[in-house]
């Protein structure tokens, strides 16, 4: 029996010209954003318009964590307690918590077979809750057609906030994902697809929405110092009015991202590689379905996912034990008590008790497993084995009790 060795939490380490970065930026010591020379921009700065320029966006804001642009998202569009506000009901819990952080109402939406946010149920639940916020989340990567996402909000002046904590480098029909809604929200956290430890970005082509966001984010009077920003006579206003919820991001780890950011593309490249072989090799096996993704997305494997829509819960158990042992470490969502990351919204007790039938039928099933670039193309097509291995003995009478 083929067993796999590899770590599937091992990241590729920080590229040489990003350690060399962060050691000048500790050698001179000036790693607070706003610390610099008349007239420097710092690395901070610096990542802040190279992230611009890579999605397109008018204005850039690099913070502390996915989760704090997501919440300065909602807080700059003036969301505040007792709002409703639109989500995925399948999503990570920093996405709910953003909602909450600001005492807003989390309404969740149901998911669909490819595991998008469900558009039906979309236009019924902004009927029903007539919130006028959706927080999008593209969940593992996987996009809504969103084109049809925005036409039915735009109908309902319904704004949009998207978490591309899984699509950075991704796009929808040429479009990169994050520049459909008003505000694109981002993680560099050491999960994503690049890797500061914790980090974040929030882009916009708004100048009410970035100035709001750059105070919010803890600029003082010193909002000058950007330069992905609105003109400094934009912030007259606002720099009275927007309270200071710190959460910049520091020179330190904007020099570590700086050269992860210009080699995405082939990072990109890399996991779509490893992604089609695991793809291909779980293909045509009974019982077991992958997840069709919309030909109309350009997507970033750094994970997969896939359905036994068939198999009962002991079953599911006994297969995810049976993979561990061979090496490969996949994450079920139906679990009944989650384990690590909560990705389920009745994981999440502190909003409104809310029923999503359809969706608790899709993650009954659903497994998930990482593809850290760490792993060789061999390597996914040993991982793909045990898995087809694992999943041909579901629903067989189990051979050694007869
Ligand atoms: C990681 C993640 C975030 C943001 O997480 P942070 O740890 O706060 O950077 C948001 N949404 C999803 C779906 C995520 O996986």
Not at 156 to 164: F, L, N, Q, Y
Not at 341 to 357: C, E, K
């Amino acid at each position: 029996m083929e067993t796999f060795t590899g770590s599937f939490t091992q990241q590729e380490p920080i590229p040489e010209e990003g350690i060399e970065a962060a050691v000048a930026v500790m050698r001179h010591g000036r790693l607070h954003r706003y610390n610099v020379e008349p007239g420097e921009l710092g690395e901070t700065a610096l990542l802040e318009q190279e992230f611009a320029a890579f999605t397109g966006a008018k204005y850039t804001l690099a913070v502390a964590s996915g989760g704090y642009a997501m919440g300065a998202a909602l807080r700059a569009i003036g969301v505040g307690p007792g709002d409703k506000v639109l989500s995925n009901g399948f999503t990570l819990a920093p996405v709910p918590g953003a909602i909450a952080a600001v005492g807003a109402d989390p309404v969740f939406v149901e998911i669909a077979e490819d595991l998008t946010i469900d558009l039906d149920d979309l236009a019924a639940k902004i009927d029903s809750s007539g919130a006028k916020v959706l927080l999008l989340s593209h969940m593992r990567g996987h996009l809504c057609d969103m084109d049809a996402l925005m036409a039915i909000c735009e109908g309902a002046g319904v704004k949009v906030i998207e978490d591309c904590a899984h699509t950075m480098g991704a796009e929808w029909k040429g479009v990169p994902s994050g520049r459909h809604g008003l505000i694109g929200c981002y993680s560099c956290q050491t999960y994503k697809h690049i890797n500061s430890g914790e980090g974040g970005f929030l882009i916009s082509d708004d100048p009410d929405v970035m100035v709001r966001a750059i105070i919010l984010s803890g600029s003082y009077m010193l909002y000058e110092r950007h330069s992905a920003a609105p003109p400094s006579e934009s912030f007259e206003q606002a720099k009275w009015e927007t309270p200071n919820v710190s959460g910049r991001m520091d020179n330190l780890r904007a020099a570590i991202l700086r050269p992860q950011l210009s080699n995405l593309g082939s990072q990109v490249e890399a996991w779509n590689a490893r992604y089609k072989i695991v793809e291909t090799g779980l293909r045509n096996i009974p019982g077991l379905r992958v997840i069709e993704r919309n030909p109309g997305g350009l997507y970033v494997g750094s994970s997969i996912q896939f359905r036994l829509p068939e198999a009962s819960p002991g079953e599911i158990d006994d297969f995810c034990a049976a993979c561990a042992a061979r090496g490969v470490e996949l994450k079920w969502f139906g679990a009944a008590v989650p384990k690590a990351f909560t990705s389920r919204y009745d994981s999440w007790r502190y909003a409104r008790p809310q029923s999503l039938p359809r969706t608790d039928r899709i993650l009954a099933g659903l497994l998930d497993m990482r593809l850290p670039l760490t792993f060789s193309e061999d390597d996914c097509a040993l991982i793909s084995r045990v898995i087809r291995d694992e999943a041909l003995k579901l629903g067989q009478p189990d051979v050694a009790t007869g």
